[in-house]
């Protein structure tokens, strides 16, 4: 029997319990809970199958009761998912790993089961839910529909082959990128000495330790160094090496990675192409493009198409505008030079920003003291969303974290007079890097989820990765924690996910907060909340110095705006380039592989405003697409952003001045995007918002396209 007193993993009713977590906890608690979600799961299933039960019944055993059985497992392992996260060591991953196959297994399970896809089926189509359990039920019907559980015995042996052959095919495609990056090197002798002086130290010592396997001797200063395909070498190498012929070496085998020899990726995409187009089929859909948008917000190819030629048409002079610039800076820096090559541009690009908007990030950092930048977040939440943010003495209130520098707030309904606050949700927030034991980047995870059935109250982990405070002995030494610009932003992302989580209103847990959002919405409001970092006076309110508290200068948020949109526009048509041609080559089939280099040839001629170079093989490492799951999906990047700059735009077009009218827009966004979960469909829900449908205008304005 397990003690239940002092296993964290067991004490689910609150807030985990991080300081009683045991490593040798892990494996019997995981590996009785599921023994007993197992038990009860199979007894649930046996139990549909002598359907006796009326509708509302049926409902709550296969959504409510299964919630009810499932939260103890899920509780125990995500509290480890999130310790593997941020506070890693060799026996926790070890633990980990050997109990996560089985978490698979049962999860996968469950998945499939039958009785539970037939009684959805039923739940279906009865038309006696409401709507919120309308949308619960069909995406979990979907979603079992899209794993082949419906198929008859042929077919489904057919898809399950499928599926494996395309798990072991994205696994070849990702090796065989891998590989040809491993396989390839660029060696720089002394005589290179004058050029390599224009790359950053910071590369060159990455080159020269990269070097010294081969060159034990070889020193940042002089060589040799080692440039390779990976992009911390290659990017500083592009747009730093003053030698023409030098990068055009490097930049040919990069757009060609894996497109000959043992590495080709292309026979490899054009069977992914077909296997995806023949599973499109055997699930009775017309091609691979219509079982990703069944999931999705976007409800067809033509509405992303148009959408994505509408974006094209207005962006492509201002993608002219700045391949023309790139061209006349490279005239004026060496005359003699004819043509700009492709291997030129991004050097030529760097080389003007330089000399138009050059900042050091080391400027900025003053201006963004952690304690400063959570004041100007919380401050704005409260403007817009009417709600007080207010920070927990973890001490007094007897909460445990897992590290000392991790904090803990409170959210509540803003009262004018203080008195009688409504408790709305918590969060931790993990602010500073810990290497070795954390994960790089940032993001926000759901530590406990809003749900009636389990009377839940939502909390949410948000991990960032800042530098953190000097502790001095005194004064003069000490210094808070001083963040990048883009650590702000990343900030204002995560905290928009943590609010959509937070801030629901759904309290069926399957719709509630992010659950059950279709992927391409739900950058909705991080991309949102990120706007308010360019908007000068919100910036300003919290940018203050940490010595004189005076703000950031105008002149130094000018050059973060600039920085921001500096050519912009060729970026943009890029990412069109990869959204549509994603799109043509999952609703086409494909015959042969010389079709794909034509079919990347004719996008490249629409979209890009620079021929791509003969030996331009981009598809061969598109990893999104064809290993990750972005297969018909390469777009949502840009919806998003069309979505969430449209929404911000409404707030400018009211006029940020105008503080009654704010706090109008931000409570209706507040009770539309924020509010009502994966409860409704993303389209209704930005209707609601917005009073119309998203446009492309807003989008092209922020980037300063219009
Ligand atoms: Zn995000």
């Known amino acids: 029997m397990l003690n239940t007193l002092n296993n964290a993993l067991l004490l689910n009713n609150g807030l985990p319990q991080f300081h009683l977590f045991q490593i040798n906890h892990i494996e019997e608690t995981i590996d009785t809970l599921l023994k007993k979600t197992h038990e009860q799961f199979v007894q649930i299933e046996s139990n549909l199958e002598n359907n006796q039960y009326t509708i509302p019944e049926l409902y709550e055993i296969s959504i409510d009761y299964i919630e009810k059985i499932e939260y103890p497992l899920d509780f125990a392992w995500s509290m480890i998912s ?5 506070k890693n060591s060799d026996e926790l991953r070890e633990s980990y790993e050997k109990m996560m196959p089985r978490v698979i297994e049962e999860n996968s399970y469950m ?71 491993k396989n390839y090197e660029l060696i720089i002798d002394h005589q290179y000495k004058e050029d390599m002086k224009h790359i950053p ?36 190498f592009m747009s730093h090496c003053p030698n023409s012929e030098l990068r055009k070496e490097i930049y040919i085998k990069y757009i060609s990675k894996a497109s000959s020899g043992k590495e080709n990726n292309l026979p490899i995409i054009k069977k992914i192409l077909n296997l995806k187009e023949e599973i499109a089929h055997l699930l009775g859909y017309e091609n691979y493009v219509e079982v990703s948008l069944s999931g999705k917000m976007a409800s067809n190819q033509d509405e992303i198409e148009n959408i994505l030629n509408d974006l094209s048409e207005k962006s492509k002079p201002y993608a002219l505008k700045d391949l023309n610039e790139i061209e006349l800076f490279m005239k004026e820096m060496h005359p003699k030079k004819e043509k700009l090559e492709n291997w030129d541009i991004t050097y030529y690009s760097e080389k003007l920003k330089e000399k138009k908007y050059k900042f050091k990030e080391e400027d900025l950092k003053p201006y963004f003291a952690l304690e400063n930048v959570l004041k100007g977040l919380f401050k704005l939440s409260n403007h817009l969303f009417s709600i007080d943010i207010q920070e927990v003495d973890i001490k007094k209130e007897n909460i445990h974290t897992w590290h000392e520098d991790v904090k803990f707030f409170h959210i509540y309904e803003n009262t004018f007079n203080g008195t009688n606050k409504t408790y709305i949700a918590s969060f931790f927030l993990d602010p500073y890097s810990r290497p070795g034991e954390k994960n790089g980047g940032a993001w926000m995870n759901t530590c406990v989820q809003k749900s009636k059935v389990l009377d839940k109250k939502p909390v949410a982990y948000l991990i960032c990765n800042g530098t953190p405070p000097i502790k001095g002995n005194n004064d003069t030494c000490s210094k808070p924690s001083l963040m990048t610009f883009d650590e702000v932003v990343t900030l204002f992302h995560e905290f928009g996910h943590g609010l959509q989580h937070m801030l629901t209103t759904i309290e069926d847990a399957g719709a509630s907060g992010i659950n059950n959002i279709e992927w391409d919405a739900v950058e909705l409001p991080s991309q949102f909340m990120e706007n308010w970092c360019y908007h000068q006076p919100t910036l300003k309110s919290f940018a203050l110095h940490y010595k004189t508290g005076k703000p950031i200068p105008d002149d130094l948020f000018q050059k973060i705006i600039d920085n921001k949109n500096y050519h912009v526009g060729l970026g943009m048509m890029r990412q069109i380039y990869f959204g549509m041609m994603d799109l043509y080559l999952y609703s086409h089939s494909i015959e042969n592989e010389q079709d794909i280099i034509e079919i990347q040839k004719q996008f490249s001629y629409k979209y890009l405003v620079k021929d791509i170079v003969e030996e331009d093989r981009f598809l061969c490492a598109f990893s999104h697409i064809f290993a990750g799951g972005y297969s018909a999906g390469y777009y949502s990047y840009k919806w998003a952003e069309i979505m969430s700059c449209d929404a911000f735009c409404a707030f400018e077009e009211a006029g940020l001045e105008n503080e009654q009218y704010i706090k109008l827009l931000g409570m209706r966004f507040r009770n539309t995007v924020l509010s009502l979960g994966g409860g409704t469909h993303p389209a209704d829900v930005f209707k609601q918002f917005r009073k119309r449908n998203p446009n492309v205008d807003a989008l092209l304005r922020q980037n300063g396209l219009l």
């Open 111 to 181: 998945s499939q089961s039958k009785p539970i896809f037939d009684t959805l089926k039923m739940l279906k189509e009865s038309n006696k839910l409401n709507s919120v359990q309308q949308r619960i039920i069909d995406s979990s019907y979907k979603s079992m529909f899209l794993s082949g559980i419906d198929l008859e015995n042929n077919k489904k042996k057919r898809f399950n082959e499928i599926k494996l052959e395309l798990g072991e095919l994205s696994t070849k495609f990702s090796n065989n990128i891998l590989d040809s990056i």
């Open 82 to 86: 999130h310790l593997k996260s941020v």
């Open 201 to 236: 130290l910071y590369a060159r010592e990455l080159y020269s330790q990269s070097a010294q396997q081969k060159f034990p001797k070889s020193n940042p200063e002089d060589g040799p160094w080692k440039v390779t395909l990976d992009i911390p070498s290659f990017l500083p």
